[in-house]
Nanobody, 116 residues
């Protein structure tokens, strides 16, 4: 059974930082493409960042320079470091995994709220 479990969300002031973690089980982690998506209220889910099994990374234009995705194959965990948070970053953040594209398996999501 595949499980992706996110953690690390919370309430943060504008300009603050968070690190989201996603622990995976039930998959051969190191061969999977991984991603982080987010969904704000009333909006569609959108890709934030992805990382290949070769650790090549890709970012949405709206987060470049502020977000960093990384993976630790020894811990079966993917991370999303978020800096300089803005109120518009408020959303539920989901991690994902897939063999070709990171959209076959999904976590339950973790809420990030940016507010003063």
């Amino acid at each position: 059974q595949v499980q992706l479990v996110e953690s690390g969300g919370g309430l943060v002031q504008p300009g603050g930082s968070l690190t989201l973690s996603c622990a995976a089980s039930g998959i051969h982690f190191r061969v999977y493409e991984l991603g982080w998506y987010r969904q704000a209220p009333g909006k569609q889910r959108e890709l934030v960042a992805s990382i290949t099994k070769a650790t090549d990374t890709n970012y949405a234009d709206f987060v470049k320079g502020r977000f960093t995705i990384s993976r630790d194959n020894a811990k079966n965990t993917v991370y999303l470091q978020i800096n300089k948070l803005k109120p518009e970053d408020t959303a539920v953040y989901y991690c994902s995994a897939g063999l070709l594209t990171p959209d076959n398996y999904w976590g339950q999501g973790t809420q990030v709220t940016v507010s003063s």
